[in-house]
């Protein structure tokens, strides 16, 4: 969007040009966000970068010898008690922040683990289950790929993997195993059933035939992925999800 712009206006490519060029993209583009959806980014975030250098040292570990593996435990060891501090801290702020949370987690009966909360509190936090039709939802969570070859480019644009792995580990806690595409599907529907009653409006914009509102509710803007794929950050912000 930002190269695109700065070609339109002819700005240079300098921290200057891209100050210039976000003024001239329109208002549409940019996603309005409360401060409970910053205050559970930010923690995510956190949460996100700790998982992943703790599957890097994990990975190292199990290429390691036996005499070296003693030197990455604490480290390891480590790492886990922050990813547990943290997700506490995600499931306090999530249980206070979103209201369909509590709701949900007596609903799907995962109040007793820690790593569920965390990624339920993800999704919702992500995910626009309101008013995002079943469709959409499949596509960002990447719960199942197009059939045609042609279209693998297509697909990872649209296909939100952090989010992908935030449904199989709630899945997981779930059905308590090793968790099927379809089961994950399964989840996501009854998660969506449980959000859109515990919003007060007992059904969708969408299956009432009109159009999605402008704001869920948590008064973020509703998902539209035409506007986010073809270069705008609306609803779900790809820059969001970076970590």
């Not at 992500?126 to 045609?148: H, I």
């Not at 009653?197 to 803007?221: D, F």
């Amino acid at each position: 969007m930002l190269k695109r712009v700065r070609g339109e206006h002819k700005l240079p490519k300098s921290a200057r040009g891209d100050i210039k060029a976000l003024m001239n993209i329109e208002e549409r583009w940019f996603r309005r966000v409360t401060e409970d959806f910053l205050v559970l980014r930010r923690m995510i975030l956190a949460y996100r970068s700790l998982s992943k250098t703790c599957q890097q040292l994990m990975n190292k570990y199990s290429a390691l010898s036996d005499a070296e593996r003693e030197v990455l435990k604490p480290a390891i060891s480590s790492i886990e008690k922050q990813l547990k501090e943290m997700a506490k801290k995600i499931d306090e702020e999530a249980s206070r922040r979103l209201p369909a949370y509590n709701v949900l987690l007596e609903g799907l009966g995962i109040d007793g683990s820690l790593a569920g909360r965390e990624a339920l509190a993800e999704l919702l936090t992500y995910a626009d289950f309101v008013n995002s039709s079943l469709r959409e939802l499949k596509k960002l969570l990447g719960l199942y790929k197009p059939t045609s070859s042609s279209r693998r480019e297509y697909w990872r644009r649209i296909y939100n993997g952090r989010l992908h792995r935030a449904v199989t580990r709630l899945a997981m806690t779930y059905y308590k195993n090793r968790p099927s595409g379809r089961q994950c599907w399964e989840l996501v529907k009854k998660v969506k059933q449980l959000v859109v009653t515990a919003s007060g409006t007992g059904i969708s914009s969408r299956q009432r035939g009109g159009k999605p509102q402008n704001s869920t509710h948590r008064g973020l803007p509703h998902f539209n992925r035409r506007n986010i794929f073809s270069g705008g950050l609306r609803a779900i912000n790809p820059g969001a999800w970076s970590s």
